[in-house]
């Protein structure tokens, strides 16, 4: 395995990280499962799709 070339590259601490299934998805982690950075439309539009689709909405990024 390669070493990161960015000086600022750091990996995400473990209890920053999670699957989901030990808490709800809220609309912040849907955004940030479509790869984006989280903005207020963004998390609007997430938060939508959850009301439409529930847990499922992640699914529909990550099948």
């Known amino acids: ?6 000086v600022d ?5 473990d209890h920053l990280l999670h ?3 030990e808490h709800p998805v809220d609309p912040v982690d849907l955004v940030m499962a ?3 950075t989280p903005t207020p439309a ?3 539009k997430a938060r939508l799709d959850l009301e439409k ?3 499922a909405a992640v699914e ?3 099948p």
């Open 1 to 6: 395995m390669s070493e990161p070339t960015d």
């Open 9 to 13: 590259s750091h990996p995400t601490p």
């Open 19 to 21: 699957t989901g299934g």
């Open 34 to 36: 479509s790869g984006r």
């Open 42 to 44: 963004l998390i609007e």
């Open 53 to 55: 689709y529930g847990a």
């Open 60 to 62: 529909r990024l990550l």
